[in-house]
């Protein structure tokens, strides 16, 4: 135990971010290990400049080349590794044409004489998908469409009138009993449906297929934009291949030369289903393939509660995923690696727990085909702070970096910092940049370096992370830094011993595209406070997903849950109503064979196959006991050393009050790793890698206090690295 000052003097730029190096024993350095130490802190004073920011390059004027060749040198001189080369807002060559590649072979030789790579930006501005609106003129038949319906409650003897807009699908009336269904095709006339039943209250739904009619950002904003509607079918291989046949194959045409090297992959920028509910004009044909049976007979169950609402909504939304995996980011990603590059990008809110089910799916299938998985984080606020419209700030970067830990990728990459305005300090910038990297990122893509800001461009999410910020001048060292935090978070193992299980069964359960019920609302509001608390306590975690031990990917080791390269003593079950009966069975054998399982709110009685699945409620009850699944406080332990507990969460639970509850909890059942006792515990964090036979801890704090620092280990010196010294 020792007193760490983090603060001193002549320090330059903000808040603390420091590394302290751990030895697991006392011992005489020499031979490989005084190799392997040197070696590591060479880097560490001058890091690879492969670790550098990348930030997006706005391709936003006339692209002339003596303005390419003074941009590029700028950003060479001041740390930056690459960029990618983003089509964006005020282009004034047409998107694709010939002097559209005349002009990006001009960037990319740029790039090779100033040393910068040139990653690829597959779409004029974003959402990625419809090649700056050709694909939309082309073939329309690659539009995307969408699920709606409309629903009313109806009462004996009186008319309920719905529009039938688009398609129509089925309409339905359900008893108010939810015993008796009827079908009402025959009251559809034209484009509006009219019921009038004789006995009993009905509820009644219209479904149509409707066509996306969005103005979208990858349509408009240049002159030779064509402010197309709609967006691509991400559901559809045929339409996803077009898209790669106008994009990614015409980038190999003429640099393929340079994939892998000078090229090292292409970017996909916030691709999902942007209206109602995924759907695609086969989705009946394909889901009865994949579920065997006809989900037209059982579409109401996707509106409301009735019948096996759990096992349809479940298979909906996994034919969904299957869907968007092996058309969009399965065969993107597949063609990425066959030519040599590597497949990176973000989804649309992959944060936002609440529109995942619409959206994506699935984050985890969907992140799981990119080689370097990644997330944007808008503004720069960190996760301990609120911000507008984003229920669970620090969901992002754990979600993308847990997905990249159990898949064997070693770079997370980050957009940040877009939309923070003129205003933005480089100190804003370093505190989200610490947050970010204390939460498992290690390639920083700063949102954006502008070409032009003539005009409209300025107001294209600022700030430009060049020459017209006043900060610009500093800008060599903040490169530094990110390279530094960069380097030491791609070595070695991430670790921590706390899992938290990401409830996706349990969303797609109780999701409807109308009128959330207070079980969803729960589901998605406690994920988010417990994966904040467990922040703020420091424990770090990794998300567990239900698909990777459905794929194979986790197993129990000892009194270990193992996940790839890392082990975890304690996983948390977060509020669930659902869960896959195997998943549960591996939560069950890590029980029996000494680990600690803990429960938070209620827990799940459905599979995705059967509500009240007699063997989740039989696991359960061995996991927990028949108090827990009556909502009550208990404790359990198996024969073979392993505790559960279940902690019942009160309607009105605030974030602090949870942190209280999981420090005293965690205490008394597992060690800490590291220890910070400070007045400003809430805002610290930190994050442990293990390398060789050292331990690296970053631990950062929004303001610099003074930390007491202990370490769970016997015998062990202590180092400390600080990331902010010029050396």
């Not at 032009?452 to 903040?478: C, M, N």
Request: proline content about 4%.
């Amino acid at each position: 135990m020792g007193k760490l000052e983090t603060k001193r003097e002549g320090e330059p730029l903000l808040q603390t971010c420091e590394t302290l190096i751990s030895r697991r024993e006392i011992l005489e350095l020499k031979g490989d290990s005084m190799v392997n130490e040197k070696f590591l802190e060479k880097n560490f004073q001058k890091p690879p400049k492969d670790f550098g920011p990348v930030p997006f390059w706005f391709l936003n004027n006339d692209l002339a080349e003596e303005g390419i060749d003074w941009f590029l040198q700028e950003l060479c001189d001041k740390g930056n590794s690459g960029v990618f080369l983003h089509p964006r807002t005020g282009l004034e060559v047409e998107y694709l044409s010939r002097g559209f590649w005349e002009k990006i072979a001009y960037c990319i030789e740029a790039c090779r004489k100033y040393g910068l790579k040139a990653w690829l930006y597959d779409e004029y501005n974003w959402p990625s998908g419809v090649a700056g609106g050709r694909i939309l003129r082309e073939h329309p038949e690659y539009a995307q469409s969408y699920l709606d319906y409309r629903r009313e409650r109806v009462e004996a003897g009186k008319m309920v009138k719905i529009p039938v807009n688009g398609r129509l699908i089925t309409a339905v009336a359900v008893s108010e009993s939810g015993d008796r269904i009827i079908s009402l095709r025959d009251k559809v006339s034209g484009s509006l449906l009219e019921f009038q039943p004789e006995l009993g209250n009905w509820n009644v739904a219209v479904f149509t297929e409707r066509t996306n009619s969005d103005l979208l950002f990858c349509t408009t904003c240049a002159p030779w934009a064509g402010n197309e509607r709609g967006y691509l079918n991400l559901l559809s291989r045929d339409a996803v291949q077009c898209f790669i046949n106008y994009t990614h194959e015409e980038y190999r045409k003429r640099f393929g030369r340079d994939f892998g090297g000078l090229i090292p992959g292409f970017f996909t920028d916030e691709p999902a289903n942007y209206r109602g509910l995924p759907w695609t004009r086969n989705f009946l044909d394909e889901f009865r393939k994949r579920k065997g049976y006809n989900l037209e007979e059982k579409m109401h169950e996707l509106a409301f509660n009735v019948g096996d609402y759990v096992k349809t909504r479940c298979d909906y939304f996994g034919v969904v995923s299957e869907l968007f995996s092996e058309a969009f980011y399965g065969q993107i990603g597949r063609w990425c690696r066959e030519n040599g590059l590597k497949f990176t990008g973000h989804l649309f809110e992959e944060e936002e727990l609440e529109t995942v089910p619409r959206n994506h799916g699935n984050v985890y299938t969907a992140l799981k085909e990119m080689d370097m998985p990644g997330l944007d984080w808008l503004g720069v606020k960190t996760g301990y702070e609120e911000i507008p419209l984003i229920k669970a700030p620090c969901l992002a970067s754990k979600i993308v970096s847990s997905i990249a830990h159990a898949t064997g990728k070693r770079f997370v990459l980050c957009e940040y910092g877009g939309g923070s305005g003129w205003n933005t300090t480089l100190m804003s910038l370093k505190n989200v940049v610490n947050y970010l990297q204390a939460t498992g990122v290690n390639f920083m893509s700063s949102h954006a370096a502008y070409l032009s800001i003539k005009g409209l461009r300025k107001r294209d999410f600022p700030p430009s992370h060049f020459v017209q910020e006043p900060w610009w001048r500093h800008y060599a060292t903040f490169s530094n830094y990110i390279s530094r935090l960069s380097y030491l978070n791609s070595l070695g193992t991430h670790v921590a011993c706390v899992l938290l299980l990401y409830p996706l069964r349990s969303l797609w359960a109780e999701y409807t595209l109308r009128g959330k019920t207070k079980v969803f609302e729960d589901v998605v509001k406690y994920f988010g406070l417990i994966s904040t608390a467990l922040l703020r306590i420091q424990r770090d975690y990794d998300i567990l997903f239900e698909d990777e031990v459905l794929d194979n990917l986790v197993r129990v080791d000892g009194n270990y849950l193992r996940v790839a390269d890392e082990k975890f003593r304690v996983l948390i079950l977060p509020p669930m109503t659902t869960i896959p009966a195997k998943v549960l069975g591996v939560v069950r054998e890590f029980y029996e064979k000494g680990g600690i399982v803990v429960s938070l709110g209620f827990l799940p009685t459905n599979s995705d196959t059967k509500m009240n699945d007699p063997q989740i409620l039989i696991d359960v009850k061995s996991i927990f006991s028949e108090d827990a699944l009556n909502g009550e406080k208990s404790t359990n332990s198996s024969g073979g050393g392993g505790k559960s507990v279940f902690i019942p969460l009160p309607d009105d639970l605030k974030s602090e009050g949870l942190e209280k509850i999981l420090r005293s909890l965690l205490n008394s059942l597992v060690d800490c790793d590291l220890s910070i006792n400070s007045t400003h515990n809430r805002n610290l964090i930190y994050l442990h890698r293990s390398v060789g036979e050292d331990d690296f801890y970053k631990t950062l704090a929004r303001k610099p206090p003074t930390l007491v620092v202990g370490m769970n280990r016997q015998k062990a010196y202590l180092k400390v690295w600080y990331i902010n010294s010029c050396w």
